[in-house]
């Protein structure tokens, strides 16, 4: 008897295991061979995309310059890789204001060379918080790419000039 409840546990364990494992299967996503020549790319919504294409790889896309000074021209280099298999072309870049003025490099950036987008910001008028976009337009697997900006612009302080004393009150002080 024990050995007949012992049989029956081992056959319904092996039986519960086959069925759980052909459920997996069946639930498994089917994965997919890539083709030669092409990447894999997370888009925004999450979703991998297989590509040749040119792919931006920025170490950061926010800058935040913290307090400024409101007078001067403040810049920062946004830097970045093509991580795609073809040359990367930057076909524009525009700010979203006149303060703003971005420069880019003009040449095709090659799979996995190196290059900057420099932005530079005038803070002279400006005062107060600040959050600009520059969109740069360009063949990568996303066309369109935003990286941004932000500070704060203090009023400057002007040197206090140094009043000459009259012979009034110079006679004053005798």
Not at 38 to 64: R, S, V
Not at 122 to 146: D, E, H, Q, W, Y
Not at 158 to 174: A, F, I, L, W, Y
Request: proline share 7%.
């Amino acid at each position: 008897m024990k050995k007949f409840f012992l049989l029956l546990v081992i056959l319904s364990v092996t039986a519960f295991t086959v069925q759980a494992q052909e459920a997996a299967k069946e639930a498994a996503p089917e994965v997919k061979e890539m083709k030669e020549g092409t990447n894999l790319y997370e888009d925004e919504d999450g979703n991998m995309i297989e590509t040749a294409k040119p792919i931006f790889q920025f170490e950061k896309e926010t800058h935040d310059f913290g307090d400024l000074e409101e007078g001067p021209k403040y810049d920062h280099e946004f830097s970045f890789k093509n991580i795609g298999l073809e040359p990367l072309v930057i076909t524009g870049v525009k700010a979203s204001c006149g303060c703003t003025t971005p420069e880019w490099p003009k040449q095709p950036i090659m799979p996995g060379e190196d290059a900057s987008i420099k932005v530079i910001y005038n803070t002279k008028g400006r005062l107060n918080k600040f959050n600009k976009a520059i969109t740069i337009t360009s063949n990568a697997v996303t066309p369109t790419k935003r990286l941004y900006i932000k500070g704060n612009v203090n009023p400057s302080t002007p040197d206090q000039p140094v009043r000459p004393k009259s012979m009034v009150e110079e006679g004053e002080e005798k």
